[in-house]
């Protein structure tokens, strides 16, 4: 009996061992390629001046995860990424399916890009008044296209410190594997020929996109980081009176004719204006039984929404804080 | 008396006065030039002062070897019209100007030589003022009486000119002391007859360089300090009774010398001392009688002739010349003191001002200018009441239409009125401060959230500490304030309040600073000086 669990226990022991060397073998084999991956991407790219990485480490799972990523600007400035993971690939032959992208411990020198330009622009003096020197946070997006639902799927969701938060989901069907292989192989040449091969690409792929439909979008932000920023160092040269004036982003009357009943038309009038004057979270989210084509009667010219009240009536939207 | 001469074969007899004073030795119609005795009547005298005048197309203009050789021609007319004379010395003057002195001997057969300090170009003075009177004769140059024994000697340092300057920058390169187009610099300057005769002819000319270059590292190894003596020109105006002097006309910042023409080399071309205290220089002082006779002396047809000629003494920085890389060569000099003299030559002078009174002239051109800009700065304060005065009602108008923030603005701000002028805002004043990396100007209302000196928070704008430096008034709680002050904000981690170190501050007694928010009584702020 001692002796038969003694060879169980050695047979454990070795299988451990193997497992254990494999993996570390097929990991060390992932890294490799996933390098030469991305190393080729740069160098045909020309990149290798403006992205630069201190390590990668890849899973045979085929996710891959770079590390002290700078991302530098013709100005000098510099984006940095921690940790950037490229995970969930999906290729079918060389057309990319699936990705999935993960920066954590991003950061944005604010200050230094402005410092590095003449006239910076606005938005950038703003940022920077309200003592945004640098937006750190993270950041992840992913992509995916179901050939067999013909859908595309794109999420998105971030954090950025004493900013807010994001969260954002859109799902759009009705796009066949046929479209795709157009796009694909029309986008390679105009990215060689320039504006005019894009106008062709955009021509031949016209109809199938006017077929889209809007399947589901929800967004939700959060800026109550910049709301306390902006209560804290005021643009005001002088005290105000009584609370800022803030405009309405939309009448309520353009809901209403837009079909939206009126007293839901007030109630999201005033989520919105409630949030446009004091920052928080808000959240639009499509109530979409099937699927919205963007286009009517597969027309180009005739959208199914032009305006955010169009759009809000037309997916059913629910606003909430 | 009219005395003749004849220039063997090549001048032609002569008898014509050029001025009353003086005295025609000869005259060459061919050669175009004349030779004048000074002294008038007395022109005859041990030493004789001559002066070859060259008209502007003369063909021996430029040309000193020639000139030398028809100079000692003038030994029949000096030893048979004045015997008494045992020496000469000969100015040549060509288009007005001085171009060399020369000197003769009996003892020596009236060969007349160059002299050598003499005969370099005439420093180029900047800015040099055009005479304010009328000029006598462009030529030749007025006469001066005999020397003044009682006047002071000339300075003893060394006189300027190219070569001493050049001297000065080959002391610590001997290559290019010794490099080929230097010696021929200074063979066509030493030998310039010779030079100039042999320069095409290689195997003559290399005994002439072979004397050139010894005698130049004997010219470079002479002691030199840092003292020097610099000639330059002046016009004096019209004299002035109350101050007991001639007024002297600007005599500029600087003094150049040029290289002579015409070798090519690799020295600098051109040397400028940059003359610090000049502007003290700013008259001859002189008793009435005493500035009478000199303007007698000086008057020809009626006119006074008010050139005269100023020798500088000068301390040179230690640093030498400062190449600019153009060949130009630069260096400070400190004006020390300074000798009047009535002609170029330097040599009897009028008046000399010692290093103790030439302190004294800088001091009190210091107090001059100071006074001269407290009294523009009056006038000018003066100009600007008296235009608000003018505008008040108009200003206060316009003023009525503007916001409470560019009324505050104007307030405290320094400037004239400006209906673009506002208050800062925190965020845009934090934006610049960052983005510029330093600290910005600010005039801005302030509500105080605590009370002293350093760093007291605020109530508005918030994330805001302001400061306030003696004699400023110490900061009270709760209290408004309207300050003007340069703001700037740390670069730290989170969100550091700003700090605003106020230049000028307001202490408001109404709330928002509505006290100071009346066109009326800003513009009368403003009036009053508080502007």
Request: neutral net charge; glycine residues 6%; charged residues 20%.
């Amino acid at each position: 009996m001692a002796a038969q669990k003694n060879k169980a226990l050695i047979t454990a022991g070795v299988a451990l061992i193997v497992i254990g060397a494999g993996w570390m073998f097929a990991k060390h084999q992932a890294t490799a390629i996933a390098k030469d991956r991305i190393d080729g991407f740069l160098i045909r790219n020309n990149l290798t001046a403006q992205v630069s990485y201190q390590d990668l480490s890849a899973s045979p799972f085929g996710s891959a995860t770079l590390s002290g990523v700078k991302l530098a600007s013709s100005s000098g400035s510099a984006v940095s990424i921690g940790s950037l993971e490229i995970s969930d690939v999906e290729m079918k032959g060389d057309q990319l399916r699936a990705v999935r992208i993960s920066a954590e411990k991003a950061e944005v020198p604010l200050l230094a890009m402005a410092r590095q330009q003449r006239n910076p622009d606005k938005v950038l003096r703003e940022a920077i008044g309200l003592g945004y020197t640098s937006l750190t946070g993270s950041v992840d997006a992913s992509l995916r296209y179901d050939e067999q639902k013909a859908a595309i799927a794109f999420e998105t969701s971030g954090d950025i410190r004493d900013l807010g938060t994001w969260r954002a989901k859109l799902r759009v069907t009705n796009l066949d594997a046929a479209t795709i292989n157009t796009l694909y192989a029309q986008s390679n040449n105009a990215a060689q020929l320039g504006g005019l091969a894009l106008l062709g690409v955009m021509g031949q792929a016209g109809e199938a996109l006017t077929r889209l439909s809007l399947a589901e979008a929800d967004v939700a932000i959060d800026n109550s980081g910049l709301f306390k920023r902006a209560n804290e160092i005021t643009d005001h040269d002088m005290p105000s009176e009584g609370a800022a004036e803030v405009a309405s982003a939309f009448d309520e009357r353009e809901l209403v004719r837009a079909g939206m009943a009126p007293s839901e038309a007030a109630i999201t009038r005033n989520t919105v204006d409630n949030w446009l004057r004091k920052g928080g979270s808000l959240r639009v989210a499509s109530n979409l039984g099937q699927p919205l084509p963007l286009f009517r009667g597969g027309n180009i010219f005739a959208p199914s929404f032009d305006s955010l009240p169009g759009f809000l009536v037309a997916t059913k939207s629910r606003i909430s804080n | 008396m009219i005395q003749r001469i004849v220039f063997a074969g090549v001048l032609a007899l002569a008898t014509v006065p050029a001025y009353a004073n003086d005295t025609v030795l000869a005259t060459s119609k061919s050669h175009k030039l004349q030779v004048f005795a000074d002294g008038g009547a007395t022109w005859c005298a041990p030493t004789l002062r001559l002066r070859m005048v060259l008209e502007a197309d003369s063909p021996d203009a430029g040309n000193p070897g020639a000139q030398l050789e028809l100079m000692n021609r003038l030994k029949t007319p000096i030893t048979s019209d004045c015997k008494a004379a045992s020496a000469a010395e000969l100015t040549v003057i060509e288009q007005g100007r001085s171009t060399g002195i020369y000197k003769a001997a009996a003892a020596a057969g009236w060969v007349f030589a160059a002299a050598p300090a003499a005969s370099v170009p005439q420093p180029v003075v900047t800015q040099a003022p055009t005479p304010s009177a009328p000029q006598g004769p462009a030529s030749p140059p007025p006469v001066v009486q005999a020397p003044q024994p009682a006047m002071p000697a000339a300075p003893q340092a060394a006189e300027l000119d190219y070569f001493e300057a050049l001297a000065r920058v080959l002391r610590d390169n001997p290559a290019l002391a010794q490099d080929d187009s230097t010696i021929r610099l200074w063979a066509s300057h030493r030998y310039e007859r010779e030079y100039s005769q042999l320069q095409h002819q290689e195997f003559k000319l290399q005994p002439v360089l072979q004397r050139a270059r010894a005698d130049f590292a004997d010219y470079l190894a002479r002691p030199r300090g840092n003292v020097v003596t610099i000639a330059t020109r002046a016009y004096f105006r019209t004299y002035d009774f109350n101050a007991r002097r001639f007024p002297i006309d600007d005599l500029g910042t600087q003094v150049s010398y040029q290289k002579p023409c015409c070798v090519s080399v690799k020295v600098p071309t051109n040397f400028v001392v940059k003359l610090q205290d000049l502007d003290a220089v700013t008259g001859l002082p002189m008793d009435p009688a005493e500035a009478q006779a000199l303007a007698e002396r000086r008057t020809r047809y009626g006119s006074i002739n008010r050139t005269i000629y100023l020798a500088l003494t000068v301390r040179l920085e230690a640093g030498g010349f400062k190449g600019d890389g153009w060949g130009s060569s630069t260096i400070l000099g400190t004006v020390e003191g300074v000798t009047f003299y009535p002609d170029d030559r330097l040599l009897e002078p009028i008046l000399t001002i010692g290093a103790e009174e030439f302190a004294r002239w800088r001091a009190n051109r210091a107090a001059e200018l100071a006074e001269a800009a407290r009294l523009a700065e009056q006038r000018e304060a003066e100009q600007h009441r008296q235009r608000w005065l003018a505008q008040r009602e108009q200003n206060i108008r316009a003023l009525s239409g503007a916001p409470s923030s560019v009324r505050l603005a104007n307030y405290i701000s320094d400037g004239d009125l400006s209906l673009y002028t506002r208050l800062s805002d925190l965020r845009s004043a934090r934006a610049a401060a960052l983005m510029s990396g330093k600290p910005v100007p600010v005039a801005m209302l302030v509500q105080s959230d605590g009370a002293g000196r350093s760093k007291v928070a605020s109530k508005w704008p918030g994330k805001l500490e302001l400061t306030v430096a003696d004699p400023l008034p110490e900061l009270a709680a709760s209290q408004w304030y309207l300050v003007r002050g340069l703001l700037s904000v740390p670069e730290a981690e989170g969100l550091p309040p700003a700090q605003l170190t106020a230049q000028a501050i307001h202490i408001c007694a109404q709330p928002k600073c509505a006290d100071v928010a009346d066109p009326a009584v800003i513009i009368d702020r403003k009036l009053a000086g508080g502007r």
